[in-house]
């Protein structure tokens, strides 16, 4: 069909663009009837035809969906150079050029210039790889048209970009609202607007034939669903009222883009931050300095504004968005997973929590009826009868595409339906009530209606005629079956006067309990095998489900992974957001979890500074997936699913997460050493620079010659985007912790400048002569200032246990193309230009001696920082 649509738009003689995709009408033109509107659309309750679909899709354009859209070059650059980092950069720049520093100024405005490039095309290009990554997962909208005029209306599924205004779709649970709609028709719907309006909880729509006034809010009136909402519950007819850049969160968005705020995005900002009120305070130091004890004025400013912006990582957005392209990239070759935001891989590499639902993870989510019970306990098929004329009829009058997996085992179990009573009402399932009705015509008694609950044993028995006792005693039985691991549905039935008006959630009262219908669902072959491993990579595992403590707990029990106790989601609302974390942390599996709690229970385990990834497959795990650092879904789940999760999964199946996890961790892990490595030599040259500027009566290295040095740190350090990071790196959750890393790289920073000052000792020794040590000195400190920074980089790249037989790498390349280029440039023909002198031979012997010294501390720096990170 998008081929169909491409000749088309290539063959066909395009009609001039309307300006700016105008909507045909205004979306909820004020007071039209629904028919109207069809009318004011071009439309009818029969639809488009595909011909006039086609012109109006080269007429409006694609249908883009928020997450796909496109973000231009021009925006990305403007965010680039919104980056704190540039901003400084720059204004150190600017600062330069007043004084006419003009070298300076000239040398700092290309570093920003290469790296906003880098950053800009590096980010494009991954975004182009996401986007075709993302092109493997179509999401499609279920449309109603009809070949020609004359035909017979049909209803199709055509990918939601193909979707126009006028276009009437039909809206199931888990499908995305492909475009912005006003509802014909709607069987107890309820949508998911998180997207537009950060609201977690569904929110009930309905048709109406004129719509009055509505409550405040674009995303607010009842009879108008938007592009970038998905149905929770209940089905709708509805009619497209504008698609693609003309909807409301479009609109919306235009403004200014709501960007998550990523675990990795905490970090980095809290070091950033950290490190430019250092870069911000370092040029007055200097200066100050510099005054104080030389007697030097303005003249300093060049030399202070470098060596603040020796301190920039430049190349970390760069090296970021390199090194998780890759990772995607490899994910998706491998293992065909779909990485869907770039920024969750890394976050993915430092998921500490991961929360899980049962059924389909631990489960294979192919349950088998295995009995049914009546109130005693005894086998009774009729309970069996109940359940499945209820399956049935709420599957065929709430408009449900398909059954859900229990209703299917139950219908399969229960063959022969033909005869049974007709059904002429229902209230479909609902993941917060877990209750389904069904409302029957009793065959041979006129004038009474049979009114059939099934659904969670304690929901059902709630609205049971019951003494407390006989209550309890149902509930045991039921926790009986549950400690067998049996999945459970309770039935119940009552009697009623035959009524043509609705029924409602109110009529479930009153009721006769029948009895249980019992279910097995075989465990995934992987799951005790994958929980294992997650546990020994350092993954706490929860199990968040709307099921039975029992079933959840023996499912639990027979993968090899203690259940503890059970928290309900009853005892999680009585317990405050403060309490819950710390309830949450102890506790692994919570049952009978409503979406909201699954939601609530994730937040308040991120509120005690985990990061928590959630693997789940339903609409009721929407509200949960937004709410978690990381979104994981199998590729089977539902649309509205699948476009909200961060990282899609082959097949559900948990090996696969710990697969995911370990390509996190790989990137996640380059991204630290680099920033971990960079940050602590930028930090020991800058310390080393400040205390020669106090006590040389020269500068101890040109503007000049800090920025061309940046430069080939730079360079080098792009390697660690393309890095094998060591299997340590792999064993843990990969997270940067700002205390322990400003520890780490003031920490190492001052080794380094250790190296420096004792770098400056072997030159005062083996260079004399006013002019020539000055020139002799910038050379001196340069080649050792690479040679250093070579060695930091083999050293620290893989931590305590880089040694574990490991090969060369691109690391190790790049920091030998830095040590060449430290000894040999100074002897160039560029040494003289840059102001750098040649050096004595004795300087090379005795540097060689400070190198290996300084090898040897940070040898014993490096073991002593792991251990204690090991057993911190
Ligand atoms: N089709 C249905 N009709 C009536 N009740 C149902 C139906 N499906 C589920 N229930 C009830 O709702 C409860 C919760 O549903 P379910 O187990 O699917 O929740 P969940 O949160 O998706 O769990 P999981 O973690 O296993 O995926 C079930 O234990 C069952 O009692
Ligand atoms: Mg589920």
Redesign the pocket.
């Known amino acids: 069909m998008a081929e169909r649509a491409a000749a088309f738009r290539a063959a066909a003689p395009v009609p001039p663009r309307p300006p700016a995709h105008e909507p045909l009408a205004p979306p909820d033109a004020a007071g039209l009837t629904a028919l109207q509107l069809l009318r004011a659309h071009g439309s009818g309750p029969r639809g488009l035809t595909e011909d006039e679909a086609a012109r109006r899709l080269a007429r409006y354009g694609e249908n883009a969906l928020p997450a796909r859209r496109r973000v231009t070059r021009r925006r990305r650059l403007l965010r680039s150079l919104r980056d704190p980092f540039t901003t400084v950069l720059l204004c150190l720049g600017v600062l330069s050029a007043v004084v006419a520093a003009w070298g300076t100024a000239t040398v700092i405005l290309s570093l920003v210039l290469v790296s906003c490039v880098l950053r800009v095309s590096g980010e494009h290009r991954a975004d182009r790889s996401v986007a075709l990554l993302r092109a493997l997962l179509p999401t499609t909208a279920t449309v109603v048209r009809r070949a020609e005029d004359a035909a017979e209306s049909r209803t199709r599924e055509v990918p939601v970009g193909e979707v126009v205004p006028g276009d009437v779709v039909r809206l199931g649970p888990g499908d995305l609202v492909p475009a912005d709609v006003r509802l014909l028709r709607a069987t107890g719907l309820s949508v998911h607007q998180q997207a537009l309006t950060g609201e977690s909880a569904p929110v009930p729509k309905h048709a109406v034939q004129e719509p009055g006034e509505s409550p405040p809010g674009p995303f607010a009136p009842p009879h108008l669903c938007f592009q970038g909402s998905s149905v929770a519950y209940g089905s709708a007819t509805a009619l497209v009222t504008a698609t693609g850049a003309a909807t409301r969160f479009a609109a919306a968005h235009r403004a200014g883009d709501r960007r998550r705020f990523t675990a990795f995005d905490r970090s980095v900002h809290g070091i950033s931050w950290t490190l430019i009120r250092f870069m911000l305070l370092t040029p007055p130091l200097v200066l100050v300095a510099g005054a104080a004890l030389h007697g030097r004025g303005l003249e300093t400013l060049p030399f202070a504004v470098a060596v603040a912006v020796g301190l920039t990582p430049e190349m970390l957005p760069v090296v970021v968005t390199t090194a998780l392209a890759r990772g995607a990239a490899r994910l998706a070759r491998e293992h065909r997973v779909i990485v869907t935001r770039l920024p969750a891989l890394h976050d993915l590499g430092s998921v500490d929590v991961l929360c899980?639902?049962?059924?389909?993870?631990l489960?294979q989510?192919r349950p088998v009826v295995t009995g049914a019970l009546d109130a005693e306990g005894r086998d009774d098929p009729e309970v069996l009868r109940w359940a499945a004329a209820?399956?049935w009829w709420?599957l065929h009058l709430a408009d449900l595409p398909v059954?859900?997996?229990?209703?299917e085992a139950v219908l399969e179990a229960a063959q022969e339906m033909a005869d049974g009573p007709e059904g002429v009402a229902a209230l479909p399932?609902d993941?917060v009530r877990?209750?389904?009705t069904a409302v029957l015509r009793t065959p041979g008694r006129l004038g009474r209606d049979t009114l059939v609950v099934?659904?969670?044993?304690e929901?059902v028995l709630d609205r049971c005629v019951l003494d407390a006792e006989e209550r309890a005693r149902l509930l045991d039985l039921a926790a009986a079956e549950a400690a067998a691991g049996s999945?459970?549905?309770?039935v119940a039935v009552a009697e009623r006067p035959a009524r043509h008006g609705e029924w409602s959630h109110a009529d479930e009262r009153g009721l006769t309990f029948r009895g249980l219908v019992t279910f097995g669902d075989a465990l995934a072959p992987t799951a005790a095998d994958a929980l294992a491993e997650l546990a020994g990579r350092g993954v706490g595992v929860k199990?968040?489900?709307?099921?039975?403590p029992g079933?959840?707990a023996q499912v639990c029990r027979a993968l090899g992974l203690d259940p503890g106790r059970v928290l309900t989601a009853d005892e999680a609302d009585r317990l405050t957001d403060a309490e819950l974390g710390p309830a949450a942390r102890r506790t692994a599996v919570f049952a009978?979890?409503?979406p909201e709690h699954?939601a609530r229970i994730v937040t308040a385990l991120r509120a005690t500074g985990h990061t928590v990834g959630f693997l789940?497959?339903?609409v009721?795990?929407l509200p949960a997936l937004h709410a978690a650092d990381v979104g994981l879904c199998p590729r089977e789940s539902v649309d509205a699913v699948r476009e909200c999760a961060d990282v899609v999964l082959a097949e559900k199946d948990l090996a696969a997460v710990d697969r995911a996890i370990t390509a996190g961790r790989h990137s996640g892990g380059n991204i630290g050493t680099y920033l971990r490595i960079t940050l602590s030599s930028n930090l020991g040259n800058v310390f080393a620079m400040l205390a020669t500027a106090l006590l040389l009566p020269f500068l101890p290295m040109l503007p000049a010659q800090v920025l061309v040095q940046n430069l080939c740190f730079d360079a080098a350090q792009l390697a660690f985007a393309y890095e094998r990071p060591s299997r340590a790196v792999l064993r843990r959750p990969t997270r940067l912790r700002p205390r322990g890393f400003l520890r780490f790289i003031t920490g190492f920073g001052l080794i380094n400048a250790a190296a420096d000052v004792a770098t400056f000792g072997v030159l005062a020794l083996t260079t004399h002569g006013a002019h020539a040590s000055q020139e002799a000195f910038h050379a001196g400190w340069f080649t050792e200032n690479l040679l250093t920074q070579a060695l930091v980089m083999i050293v620290l790249r893989g931590g305590r246990h880089a040694a574990e037989g490991r090969t060369a790498g691109p690391v190790h390349r790049a920091a030998l193309g830095l040590a060449v280029i430290g000894v040999l440039l100074p002897l160039s023909p560029l040494g003289p230009p840059l102001a750098m002198g040649t050096l004595p031979p004795l300087y090379y012997v005795l540097l060689a001696t400070v190198l290996a010294l300084y090898a040897a501390v940070l040898v014993v720096a490096r073991d002593r920082y792991g251990r204690a990170a090991d057993a911190g």
């Open positions: 899980l639902d049962k059924t389909g993870t489960t989510d209820n399956a709420t059954p859900d997996a229990l209703d399932f993941p877990r209750l389904s099934k659904g969670a044993v929901q999945r459970l549905l309770a199990i968040l489900t709307g099921d039975h079933t959840a009978r979890c409503g699954k789940g497959d339903g009721n795990d």
